[in-house]
Nanobody
Framework: QVQLVESGGGLVQAGGSLRLSCAVS????????MGWYRQTPGSQRELVAR???????NYADSAKGRFTISSDIAKNTVSLQMDSLKPEDTAVYYC??????????WGQGTQVTVSV
């Protein structure tokens, strides 16, 4: 089973940047899409950015213009560059692998905290 390991979370001031990375144990070509989601206590997990194998990436409205999802096929990593961070971006961020079968795999999550 594929394993996803996130890194790069931390504490940053509002207006700052962070880059999250997700190390994937299998070739990312195997998956229909890779994505980043986030969750805050008491809320449902929500899509931040999704990068399909074919087609254009899509972003949550809150992430458009500030976040960029990318992948490195040679390194089997998926990254999320987050700029102009806001306190409301504070959440646990999860990497997601979506298989053609519909099955999904999640990483363990990485905490992002944006201070005012």
């Amino acid at each position: 089973q594929v394993q996803l390991v996130e890194s790069g979370g931390g504490l940053v001031q509002a207006g700052g940047s962070l880059r999250l990375s997700c190390a994937v144990s299998e070739s990312i070509f195997m998956f229909k899409a890779m994505g980043w989601y986030r969750q805050t206590p008491g809320s449902q997990r929500e899509l931040v950015a999704r990068r399909p194998r074919i087609g254009s990436s899509n972003y949550a409205d809150s992430a458009k213009g500030r976040f960029t999802i990318s992948s490195d096929i040679a390194k089997n990593t998926v990254s999320l560059q987050m700029d102009s961070l806001k306190p409301e971006d504070t959440a646990v961020y999860y990497c997601n692998a979506e298989e053609y079968s519909g099955s999904q795999t999640w990483g363990q999550g990485t905490q992002v905290t944006v201070s005012v």
